[in-house]
C-alpha cells in the first residue's frame, strides 16, 4: 500500500513563528505536492515538486516555501506564520505523467494563534 | 485562468435517489480528469479517472463519470446512493504537472 505520511496531524503555532510541516513518502514517486484545503475552496495547491532540489509555484505560494533534499521528503514551511495560515495542509505524491493518480496523506490541521 | 469548476457546493439527497455532480474545466488540448471522494474523517483517495478511450468510466463504489469534449465536462453519476456516500466529492484536473482542484461538493445523503 502506498503510504504519504504526515508528520503531525494537529498543530497549534504562535503568529510570527517558522512553522515546518512534514511530508514523507514510501513510493518512490517523482511528484510531491502540497495543499491547504479550505471549507467552500476546495483544495488549493500551494507548491509542487516533481524532483529532488525541483520547486514549483502553485496558485498560492505567498507566504510558503518548501524543500525536497530527498525523493521521499517534501516539506512545507511557514517562515513567520500568520493567523490567515490556519487551515487543513495536504500532502500528496504521484509518479511523474498524467496516468498516475495522487495519493494523500491525513493531512495537518494547523491552527495560528 | 485554467479551472475546475464544480456547480453544487452542497447536495443532501435520500437514500436510492439517483446522483449527478457537476464538474467543467477550462482547459484546452489533452486534458486527465479525476474525481476523488473524502469521507468523514478520513484522507481524499481516488473514485476514478479519465485519460483516454471510453468517455464512460466506471469507477469504486457503483459510481460513473462521462467525459464530454465538446462541453469540457466529466459529471459524475450514481444510479443510486447510499448512506454511506456522505463525503465531499472534488473533480480535478491533471496538466503540467500539476492536479488542480475544484472547490468540492458536499453530498449529504438522509437514511
Known amino acids: 500500500d502506498v503510504k504519504v505520511t504526515q508528520s503531525s496531524r494537529y498543530l497549534v503555532k504562535r503568529t510570527g513563528e517558522k512553522v515546518f510541516l512534514e511530508c514523507v513518502q514510501d513510493?518512490?514517486?517523482?511528484?510531491m505536492f502540497w495543499y491547504r484545503q479550505d471549507p467552500g475552496l476546495g483544495l488549493r495547491l500551494i507548491y509542487f515538486?516533481?524532483?529532488?532540489?525541483?520547486?514549483e509555484k502553485g496558485d498560492i505560494p505567498e507566504g510558503y516555501s518548501v524543500s525536497r533534499e530527498k525523493k521521499e521528503r517534501f516539506s512545507l514551511i511557514l517562515e513567520s506564520a500568520s493567523t490567515n495560515q490556519t487551515s487543513m495542509y495536504l500532502c500528496a505524491s504521484s509518479f511523474n505523467g498524467a496516468s498516475t493518480e495522487a495519493f494523500f496523506g491525513q493531512g495537518t490541521r494547523l491552527t495560528v494563534v | 485562468a485554467q479551472s475546475v469548476s464544480q456547480h453544487n457546493h452542497h447536495v443532501i439527497l435520500s437514500e436510492a435517489a439517483s446522483l449527478e455532480l457537476g464538474c467543467n474545466y477550462s482547459?484546452?488540448?489533452?486534458?486527465?480528469l479525476f474525481w476523488y471522494v473524502q469521507y468523514p474523517g478520513q484522507h481524499l483517495q481516488l473514485l476514478l479517472k479519465y485519460f483516454s478511450g471510453d468517455p464512460l468510466v466506471k469507477g469504486i463504489k457503483g459510481f460513473e463519470a462521462e467525459f464530454i469534449k465538446s462541453k469540457f465536462s466529466f459529471n459524475l453519476r450514481k444510479p443510486s446512493v447510499q448512506w454511506s456516500d456522505t463525503a465531499e466529492y472534488f473533480c480535478?484536473?491533471?496538466?503540467?504537472?500539476?492536479?488542480?482542484f475544484g472547490k468540492g461538493t458536499r453530498l449529504h445523503i438522509l437514511p
Open positions: 482547459y484546452g488540448g489533452t486534458v486527465n
Open positions: 480535478a484536473a491533471y496538466r503540467d504537472d500539476k492536479i488542480i
Open positions: 513510493m518512490d514517486h517523482e511528484n
Open positions: 515538486s516533481y524532483d529532488v532540489k525541483m520547486k
